[in-house]
């Protein structure tokens, strides 16, 4: 039976890693940690409804210090990360970042990376939550690639938000705002190298701040928090009603290496050009000709707001179990639950009802169209940054 685990708690461990970030994080009063890729992680900051409100109305500062980075160097670094994805990697140029995929023989989704090609012959790897590093190697081991793998040891912080180009612009500089969607820059800030790339994991504009120097963690969160409060900045971490309503997957949850990209939408990154084999070609180059067995689907759940869930919950038509609940949440702006679900295809057309089984009880649930609500990353960063620099000054009169 599902239960809920109030009061639960995670202890600091030495074999977990800490992030650059994390001794701030403590100080700016987080209390509420999980574990990312061996990495402490921050979680909430206050509660989910305040940080939600924050990241679609002001900025959020968001450590995100499990995201690691596997950089692949050597000379045959652009072979074999192509082998690695079914992306199309012969049109990533430098500096350019692609979302990507990386499949198992049997095009089971291994991981959903960003991939960022700071050089001709060097990426970083930016991984979601799964053992990719090892993974990585074994398959260069006596592959015949000339290749070097590592973990860049790379902590990163998010800053998402309407305000967030305005803010990037006033710490960083205002050319940061020429930065095209999915593309990198490198600045120096105070004597520190970093890079910024236009992404992110809110379905807000925004930016990812990759910082090298470990020791100079705390010192760049508090300037950049600091310089943050005449745009009302908030530490937080990446909201899961937000996350949901702008349609973004998370790996682990609404996929993983039971699932391949056109069972959770994603065949649009499988691309069968002459640009090389990858890993997994064979079986996708089958699913992308056949119906699939399952699909991702949104899910309506009109009632009281509903405690997000900590596992898949069942989901039935009748009394027969179609599938499973992969997330939960209440969305303050559309006023009812929303979810993200795994169901056999035949059940996947728009209006379909359910019942959805969750801490004891049955939820009434409809299938209904995604994204929820449209993410907000395309918009124009330099009209938003004018906007509320605007704004500031005529505070400042």
């Known amino acids: 039976m599902n239960r809920r685990h109030k009061g639960a708690k995670i202890s600091f461990q030495p074999r977990i890693r800490k992030g650059a970030f994390f001794d701030a994080v403590w100080d700016h009063g987080c209390r509420n940690f999980s574990v990312y890729n061996r990495t402490y992680i921050s979680s909430t900051f206050s509660n989910p409804l305040v940080e939600y409100w924050q990241v679609t109305k002001h900025v959020a500062l968001w450590p995100v210090m499990g995201e690691r980075q596997i950089e692949i160097t050597g000379n045959d670094a652009p072979q074999f990360v192509q082998y690695l994805t079914c992306r199309d990697m012969s049109k990533c140029e430098v500096g350019q970042c692609k979302y990507a995929l990386l499949l198992n023989e049997y095009a089971g989704i291994v991981c959903d990376p960003i991939i960022l090609r700071l050089e001709e012959k060097k990426y970083w790897i930016s991984t979601s939550d799964c053992d990719l590093e090892l993974w990585i190697k074994g398959v260069q081991l006596n592959s015949g690639f000339e290749v070097h793998i590592r973990d860049a040891n790379v902590s990163l912080l998010q800053i998402q938000g309407p305000k967030s180009s305005a803010l990037v612009a006033k710490i960083f500089g205002k050319d940061v705002l020429n930065l095209r969607y999915y593309w990198l820059t490198r600045v120096k800030f105070n004597g520190i190298d970093l890079i910024i790339s236009r992404t992110g994991w809110s379905g807000e504009l925004g930016y990812e701040i990759y910082l090298s120097d470990f020791e100079k963690g705390s010192f760049l969160f508090d300037e950049i928090m600091e310089q943050g ?38 065949g649009r990154l499988v691309e069968f050009n002459d640009h090389g084999k990858f ?53 303050p702006r559309l006023k009812f639950n929303i979810g993200l679900g795994l169901v056999h295809k035949q059940f996947t057309k728009l209006g379909t009802k359910f019942s959805v089984q969750g801490f004891g009880e049955f939820h009434d649930a409809e299938v209904v169209s995604m994204p929820f609500l449209e993410k907000q990353q395309m918009a124009n960063a330099k009209e938003l940054a004018l906007k509320f620099n605007q704004l500031n000054n005529e505070r400042g009169k």
């Open 229 to 266: 409060r005449s745009f009302s900045i908030a530490a937080g971490s990446v909201n899961q009603a937000r996350r949901i309503e702008a349609g973004i997957l998370s790996w682990g949850v609404e996929m993983s290496q039971e699932e391949n990209p056109y069972e959770v939408n994603l």
């Open 279 to 331: 890993i997994g070609r064979d079986a996708a180059l089958k699913y992308s000709k056949r119906d699939q067995v399952k699909g991702l689907v949104g899910l309506k759940m009109v009632a009281p707001a509903i405690e997000s869930n900590e596992r898949p919950w069942n989901i039935f038509h009748g009394d027969n179990v179609v599938g499973k609940l992969t997330s939960l949440a209440y969305s």
